[in-house]
Protein backbone atom coordinates (compact mmCIF):
# COMPACT_ATOMS: atom_id res chain seq x y z
CA UNK A 1 0.00 0.00 0.00
CA UNK A 2 0.98 3.65 -0.56
CA UNK A 3 -0.26 6.70 1.10
CA UNK A 4 -1.60 9.60 -0.94
CA UNK A 5 -1.45 13.17 0.42
CA UNK A 6 -2.03 16.32 0.28
CA UNK A 7 0.59 18.67 0.77
CA UNK A 8 1.43 19.25 3.77
CA UNK A 9 -1.67 16.94 5.35
CA UNK A 10 -2.15 13.79 6.68
CA UNK A 11 -3.35 10.43 4.64
CA UNK A 12 -6.01 11.07 2.97
CA UNK A 13 -6.77 7.76 1.66
CA UNK A 14 -4.50 4.57 0.62
CA UNK A 15 -4.42 2.74 -2.73
CA UNK A 16 -3.24 -0.58 -3.36
CA UNK A 17 -0.47 -2.15 -4.76
CA UNK A 18 -2.35 -4.94 -5.72
CA UNK A 19 -5.21 -6.71 -5.99
CA UNK A 20 -4.34 -9.47 -3.80
CA UNK A 21 -4.11 -6.41 -1.18
CA UNK A 22 -7.88 -5.60 -2.05
CA UNK A 23 -9.25 -9.25 -2.18
CA UNK A 24 -7.83 -9.77 0.93
CA UNK A 25 -9.41 -6.57 2.92
CA UNK A 26 -12.67 -7.42 1.13
CA UNK A 27 -12.36 -11.15 2.92
CA UNK A 28 -11.95 -9.24 6.57
CA UNK A 29 -14.46 -6.60 6.24
CA UNK A 30 -16.90 -9.60 4.97
CA UNK A 31 -15.70 -11.25 8.30
CA UNK A 32 -15.75 -8.15 10.78
CA UNK A 33 -19.14 -7.31 9.11
CA UNK A 34 -20.92 -10.58 10.13
CA UNK A 35 -18.95 -10.56 13.51
CA UNK A 36 -21.01 -7.05 14.22
CA UNK A 37 -24.13 -8.62 13.36
CA UNK A 38 -26.97 -7.95 16.47
CA UNK A 39 -28.23 -11.10 17.45
CA UNK A 40 -32.04 -11.68 17.05
CA UNK A 41 -31.90 -10.19 13.45
CA UNK A 42 -32.02 -12.72 11.35
CA UNK A 43 -32.80 -15.37 13.72
CA UNK A 44 -33.87 -17.76 10.97
CA UNK A 45 -30.30 -18.18 9.91
CA UNK A 46 -28.75 -19.40 13.54
CA UNK A 47 -31.84 -21.27 14.95
CA UNK A 48 -32.66 -23.20 11.44
CA UNK A 49 -31.92 -26.82 11.14
CA UNK A 50 -28.56 -28.19 9.53
CA UNK A 51 -31.17 -28.97 6.19
CA UNK A 52 -32.12 -25.43 6.13
CA UNK A 53 -29.18 -24.29 6.07
CA UNK A 54 -27.90 -27.08 3.14
CA UNK A 55 -31.28 -25.74 1.07
CA UNK A 56 -30.24 -22.33 1.56
CA UNK A 57 -26.75 -22.57 0.55
CA UNK A 58 -27.95 -24.69 -2.58
CA UNK A 59 -29.62 -21.57 -4.33
CA UNK A 60 -28.13 -19.97 -7.63
CA UNK A 61 -28.30 -16.44 -7.67
CA UNK A 62 -30.59 -15.20 -10.50
CA UNK A 63 -32.09 -18.31 -10.72
CA UNK A 64 -35.51 -18.38 -9.18
CA UNK A 65 -34.17 -17.80 -5.82
CA UNK A 66 -37.27 -16.34 -4.28
CA UNK A 67 -39.26 -19.36 -4.98
CA UNK A 68 -36.36 -21.49 -3.62
CA UNK A 69 -35.98 -19.78 -0.64
CA UNK A 70 -39.89 -19.89 -0.06
CA UNK A 71 -39.56 -23.70 -0.07
CA UNK A 72 -36.76 -23.66 1.68
CA UNK A 73 -38.13 -21.93 4.05
CA UNK A 74 -41.57 -23.77 4.23
CA UNK A 75 -39.92 -26.65 4.87
CA UNK A 76 -38.00 -25.52 7.90
CA UNK A 77 -41.22 -24.30 9.28
CA UNK A 78 -42.87 -27.48 9.14
CA UNK A 79 -39.68 -28.70 11.00
CA UNK A 80 -39.95 -25.77 13.93
CA UNK A 81 -43.85 -26.06 14.29
CA UNK A 82 -42.75 -29.45 15.65
CA UNK A 83 -40.77 -27.94 18.44
CA UNK A 84 -43.31 -25.31 18.96
CA UNK A 85 -46.00 -27.66 19.51
CA UNK A 86 -44.04 -29.30 21.84
CA UNK A 87 -42.65 -25.86 23.77
CA UNK A 88 -46.29 -25.12 24.07
CA UNK A 89 -47.58 -28.56 25.31
CA UNK A 90 -44.19 -28.37 27.93
CA UNK A 91 -45.63 -25.31 28.95
CA UNK A 92 -49.36 -25.82 29.20
CA UNK A 93 -48.50 -29.06 31.06
CA UNK A 94 -46.55 -27.23 33.59
CA UNK A 95 -49.16 -24.34 34.41
CA UNK A 96 -51.96 -23.50 37.13
CA UNK A 97 -55.30 -24.58 35.76
CA UNK A 98 -56.30 -20.83 35.93
CA UNK A 99 -53.11 -20.01 34.09
CA UNK A 100 -53.81 -22.35 30.45
CA UNK A 101 -57.19 -20.52 29.02
CA UNK A 102 -54.74 -17.20 29.51
CA UNK A 103 -51.93 -19.09 27.21
CA UNK A 104 -54.31 -20.76 24.92
CA UNK A 105 -55.88 -17.19 24.32
CA UNK A 106 -52.07 -15.57 23.91
CA UNK A 107 -51.06 -18.31 21.23
CA UNK A 108 -54.30 -17.87 19.32
CA UNK A 109 -53.62 -14.23 19.54
CA UNK A 110 -50.26 -14.57 18.70
CA UNK A 111 -51.06 -16.98 15.24
CA UNK A 112 -53.25 -14.41 13.75
CA UNK A 113 -51.14 -12.04 14.64
CA UNK A 114 -48.66 -13.86 12.57
CA UNK A 115 -50.54 -14.34 9.78
CA UNK A 116 -51.91 -10.87 9.50
CA UNK A 117 -48.39 -9.31 9.66
CA UNK A 118 -47.10 -11.95 7.23
CA UNK A 119 -49.51 -11.07 4.17
CA UNK A 120 -48.74 -7.63 5.01
CA UNK A 121 -44.96 -8.61 4.02
CA UNK A 122 -45.98 -10.32 1.41
CA UNK A 123 -46.61 -7.16 -0.49
CA UNK A 124 -43.15 -5.39 0.23
CA UNK A 125 -40.73 -5.32 -2.98
CA UNK A 126 -37.08 -6.76 -2.17
CA UNK A 127 -37.91 -10.23 -3.02
CA UNK A 128 -40.95 -12.25 -4.34
CA UNK A 129 -43.92 -12.06 -2.59
CA UNK A 130 -43.76 -15.85 -1.74
CA UNK A 131 -40.36 -15.47 -0.27
CA UNK A 132 -41.49 -12.58 1.97
CA UNK A 133 -44.15 -14.67 3.18
CA UNK A 134 -41.98 -17.83 3.78
CA UNK A 135 -39.62 -15.66 5.64
CA UNK A 136 -41.67 -14.04 7.80
CA UNK A 137 -43.81 -16.89 8.83
CA UNK A 138 -40.46 -18.59 10.17
CA UNK A 139 -38.51 -15.64 11.34
CA UNK A 140 -41.99 -15.46 13.56
CA UNK A 141 -42.25 -19.12 14.57
CA UNK A 142 -38.62 -18.69 15.55
CA UNK A 143 -39.07 -15.99 18.08
CA UNK A 144 -42.50 -17.37 19.55
CA UNK A 145 -40.38 -20.97 20.17
CA UNK A 146 -37.99 -18.64 21.88
CA UNK A 147 -40.47 -17.06 23.61
CA UNK A 148 -42.20 -20.37 25.02
CA UNK A 149 -38.94 -21.26 26.14
CA UNK A 150 -38.20 -18.20 28.40
CA UNK A 151 -41.50 -19.03 29.72
CA UNK A 152 -40.46 -22.60 30.40
CA UNK A 153 -37.64 -21.23 32.21
CA UNK A 154 -39.73 -19.07 34.37
CA UNK A 155 -42.26 -21.29 35.21
CA UNK A 156 -39.64 -23.89 36.38
Given amino acids: MKNVRGEGSPVIFQTFAD ?5 VLIKL ?4 GLACIQPGIHAAEYKTSLEHRKCTNAVIPGETEGEFFAACDMAELKRQDVL ?9 SMLAKEQVPILIKGQKAWLRQREDWCQFERTLSGSSPAQNYAGCILESTLRQ ?3 LELSIQRVE
Fill in 84 to 92: LNERYNRLR
Fill in 29 to 32: AAII
Fill in 19 to 23: EAQVN
Fill in 145 to 147: IET
